[in-house]
């Protein structure tokens, strides 16, 4: 049976992520604040924020098989970024976690770094009146004390922009010893974007 197509865009938005930090390390153009890094190992757990790990829910939809070849597959790509997190921040501990609804549906993939971070910014922007739209297509916004960047689907004729028609794509929280970083897939709800803001606090309570 083939991988859920889900699980692997969660995955390659997670090794674009990693790619792009080390390319940036090698380059000498990724400045991370060196505040001393703290190397205290990080444990997530199986549950987490109303979430379990990933694999436990792939388990009971696959074959013994196909889960082997996936906690294979996972833990590779886990210690990968877990690495390249670490590097990126002076080796500060960093552990990664991936979780996932019991359908499915929503997926997220936990970075946790002991270290501060600068905050989570959209990327390129550009006028909204420039592109025919009424609002930004991406954004950042604070729900809490974390910050998540949402990407709005156009609707309408015109390209207006419905506000509730949205998927949150990634959250961040932040401190001055720790850093969490969620990806997501399928958070296109007010529901599951709560659900990833639970998760990533949980996440930062753990490493604080």
């Given at each position: 049976?083939?991988?859920?197509?889900?699980?692997?865009?969660?995955?390659?938005?997670?090794?674009l992520?990693?790619?792009?930090?080390?390319?940036?390390?090698?380059s000498?153009?990724?400045?991370?604040?060196?505040?001393?890094?703290?190397?205290?190992?990080?444990?997530?757990?199986?549950?987490?924020?109303?979430?379990?790990?990933?694999?436990?829910?792939?388990?009971?939809?696959?074959?013994?098989?196909?889960?082997?070849?996936?906690?294979?597959?996972?833990?590779?790509?886990d210690?990968?970024?877990?690495?390249?997190?670490?590097?990126?921040?002076?080796g500060?501990?960093a552990?990664?976690?991936?979780?996932?609804?019991d359908?499915?549906?929503?997926?997220?993939?936990?970075?946790?770094?002991?270290?501060?971070?600068?905050?989570?910014?959209?990327?390129?922007?550009?006028?909204?009146?420039?592109?025919?739209?009424?609002?930004?297509?991406?954004?950042?916004?604070?729900?809490?004390?974390?910050?998540?960047?949402?990407?709005?689907?156009?609707?309408?004729?015109?390209?207006?922009?419905?506000?509730?028609?949205?998927?949150?794509?990634?959250?961040?929280?932040?401190?001055?010893?720790?850093?969490?970083?969620?990806?997501?897939?399928?958070?296109?709800?007010?529901?599951?974007?709560?659900?990833?803001?639970?998760?990533?606090?949980?996440?930062?309570?753990?490493?604080?």
């Open positions: 049976m083939p991988r859920k197509p889900l699980l692997l865009g969660m995955l390659g938005g997670v090794l992520a990693v790619a792009a930090i080390a390319v940036l390390l090698t000498g153009k990724l400045v991370v604040p060196a505040l001393g890094a703290d190397n205290a190992p990080i444990t997530l757990p199986a549950e987490l924020g109303g979430l379990r790990q990933h694999i436990d829910v792939y388990r009971e939809r696959h074959t013994p098989a196909e889960t082997a070849e996936e906690e294979r597959i996972t833990a590779r790509t210690a990968l970024t877990a690495s390249t997190y670490s590097k990126a921040y002076d500060a501990a552990a990664v976690h991936q979780y996932a609804s359908d499915l549906t929503l997926q997220v993939t936990i970075i946790a770094v002991r270290a501060s971070s600068s905050r989570l910014l959209p990327g390129v922007l550009q006028d909204p009146a420039d592109m025919g739209l009424l609002d930004l297509p991406t954004e950042v916004i604070e729900i809490g004390q974390a910050r998540c960047l949402i990407r709005r689907f156009l609707h309408g004729p015109g390209g207006d922009l419905n506000p509730f028609n949205q998927a949150t794509d990634e959250c961040q929280r932040t401190g001055p010893h720790a850093t969490v970083f969620a990806y997501v897939e399928g958070a296109e709800s007010s529901t599951a974007q709560r659900q990833v803001v639970d998760l990533t606090n949980a996440a930062f309570a753990l490493i604080t």
